[in-house]
């Protein structure tokens, strides 16, 4: 028989013959790997989820009063059923998700006070808005309207609301507002209107003397409503310009509330000195990668790694390269556990160029979201995509958002503690995923002089956001000088460093969210000392058990792996960095 036929003859033995037949990894884990259910508060914690996601569904109206009452007694009658539970009595990781809970519950409080006083600044812009968000509500309490009171509800509002656009437009400052209340007051008109167009459309044409009555009233508010938030947003606030960035800064008083409830016992100052401390090391390694590309200086280097992208097309298949890499690198080290399933569960989308005008970058979580110009793209900003996102900067990008960042994060979530889903935090979230990148760079995954460029540009990124979005917050920094920023101490283009202060302050984000980064990635640098160096335990023990414990600070992390739970509150004073 010929060789050529002897080797077929074989191969088609293997695939029908089971012993024959290559290994392949199951994709149902061991047994002993599945999660025990013995915990008493899980269900508890999964209760008020669901009873929060139920409430919140009917009370869903902008500023609206009655949804805060109804939350508030939510979170009070919980308050109250916690109290009945001696935390002393329970084992480690009930008495852990009951600290944690009665935490969430007390800060949920804390936010609805902060939230109305919010409101409540910006109310003087907003006349007669107030009855409009009664409307919506009493919708939602299944309460029918008087055609004709309800008209003259809409005519009067849409009078105060003219009356005081005359105003400030002879004399925009003639309630002494500031531009961000003027924006504040823009951003919850916009949300009432859209609230009151599904109020209007629920009613209209179904009910025909209420049609009669409130048709031409609501149109013309409608109209008023527009054009009033138009006036707040582009003159008052002064964002008539697309390219403007505008930002709500909440305070330091704020700030402190909520890095004492990420159990942080740090203040905004000392974090951004921190922040300094870690862009001065990083720009001593830049400056020794530099030398090793034989470049004048780190600028001058990363300028180089800018050029360095894959051609039209290619970047999809660079991820799916860096992806592997990653996995085999943590396998091949022994690092961490890696459900077969979770290799490959995850999607790629390319994002738009619109979506690129606020996210000039990799996004990701359960998939991952890919930035690259599009045929379409003015020149200059497709240049910017493609330096932006050049193949090194790529490296670190992939195993963030992927393995072993977010999506494995995701992947273990959906099947361990999944309760604690409630007690989620950027710092444990988007701290776990620097944090790989600090280790994978102390390991020496970045292999050449580029390849640390790219990495150590994407950690100065992240100590360059906690300045300028602490000092934005504290009113240091405006949005501006946050771009100039970016630019200067990290190497930004100049349009990707916008991109980033504009998705960093459209209100999208949690004033802490951007600090979390660096700051959690710290935390679990901390801990991988205390727990891991220290001879406690393994890297794929330290790193399974947090993936396995789900989100919460990582100050929390650290007393669910000590086994030191305390039975009362959880305090703010572990110092994690010296």
């Known amino acids: 028989m010929p060789l050529r036929r002897l080797l077929a003859s074989c191969l088609a033995a293997a695939l029908v013959v089971p012993g024959l037949a290559v290994a392949t990894p199951s994709l149902a884990p061991p047994l002993a790997q599945m999660p025990a259910q013995a915990q008493v508060m899980a269900p508890v914690v999964a ?17 609206g009063p009655r949804r805060e009452q109804a939350l508030r007694r939510l979170y009070g009658d919980w308050q109250q059923r916690l109290a009945q539970i001696d935390p ?21 409080l804390e936010q609805l006070d902060f939230q109305r006083g ?14 409009l968000i009664a409307l919506a509500e009493a919708r939602r309490a299944l309460e029918y309207p008087d055609g004709r009171t309800t008209a003259t509800t809409l005519d009067r509002t849409r009078q105060r609301l003219a009356d005081l656009q005359a105003r400030l437009e002879k004399d925009p400052k003639a309630l002494g507002t500031t531009p961000i209340v003027a924006y504040r007051a823009a951003g919850l008109l916009e949300r009432v209107r859209e609230d009151l167009k599904q109020w209007h459309g629920f009613h209209a044409g179904y009910d025909p003397e209420f049609t009669w009555w409130t048709r031409q009233p609501y149109e013309a508010l409608d109209a008023q409503l527009e054009s009033h938030a138009k006036l707040l947003r582009d003159k008052l606030a002064g964002a008539s310009d697309p390219e403007t960035i505008i930002g709500d800064p909440i305070g330091r008083d704020a700030l402190l509330a909520g890095l004492q409830h990420e159990l942080i016992p740090y203040t905004p100052e000392q974090l951004m000195a921190l922040a300094e401390r870690e862009l001065a090391w990083c720009e001593a390694e830049l400056a020794k990668a530099a030398t090793e590309m ?4 780190w600028r001058e280097a990363l300028e180089r790694v800018k050029g360095l992208h894959p051609a039209p097309g290619d970047q999809p298949k660079l991820v799916v390269e860096l992806a592997d890499e990653a996995v085999h690198y943590l396998e091949a080290n022994d690092l961490l556990t890696v459900p077969e399933l979770a290799k490959r569960d995850w999607r ?12 000039p970058f990799f996004l990701g979580g359960q998939d991952v979201w890919v930035a690259y110009p599009t045929d379409t793209m003015p020149h200059e900003k497709k240049l910017m995509a493609l330096r932006g996102n050049n193949r090194h900067f790529s490296r670190a990008v992939v195993h963030h ?6 999506h494995l994060q995701y992947f273990y979530n959906n099947r361990y503690q999944t309760h604690r889903e409630l007690f989620d935090t950027p710092f444990w979230t988007e701290g776990w995923a620097l944090y790989w990148e600090f280790r994978l760079y102390e390991r020496g995954f970045a292999q050449t002089p580029e390849d640390k460029i ?16 602490l000092g934005f917050h504290l009113g240091k920094l405006s949005p501006d000088e946050a771009v100039q920023l970016l630019v200067d101490r990290v190497g ?20 802490l969210y951007q600090i979390a980064y660096m700051i959690g990635g710290l935390q679990f640098r901390a801990l991988h000392e205390e727990f891991v160096v220290s001879g406690k335990m393994t890297e794929r023990e330290f790193h399974d058990a947090i993936l396995k414990g789900g989100p919460m600070p990582v100050a929390a992390v650290r007393a669910r792996l000590s086994g030191n739970v305390p039975a009362s509150d959880l305090r703010a004073d572990w110092r994690f960095y010296d």
């Open 492 to 511: 930004h283009e100049r349009e990707n460093a916008r991109a980033e202060v504009r998705r960093s302050f459209a209100g999208d984000y949690g004033p």
């Open 47 to 63: 209760r008020f989820r669901a009873d929060l996601a139920s409430l919140e569904r009917v009370h869903d109206t902008t500023a």
């Open 118 to 131: 919010r409101y409540t600044d910006a109310a003087p812009l907003l006349p007669g808005v107030s009855d």
């Open 294 to 297: 034989g470049a004048r200086d």
């Open 348 to 359: 790629m989308t390319m994002l738009s160029p619109e979506y690129q005008l606020t996210a």
């Open 454 to 469: 790219g990495m150590l540009f994407w950690r100065s990124h992240r100590a360059a956001r906690i300045l300028f979005s």
């Open 401 to 406: 958002e992927l393995i072993p960042g977010h």
């Open 88 to 108: 002393a009595s329970l084992a480690d990781e009930d008495r852990l998700d009951h600290a944690l809970f009665r935490r969430d519950l007390a800060y949920r």
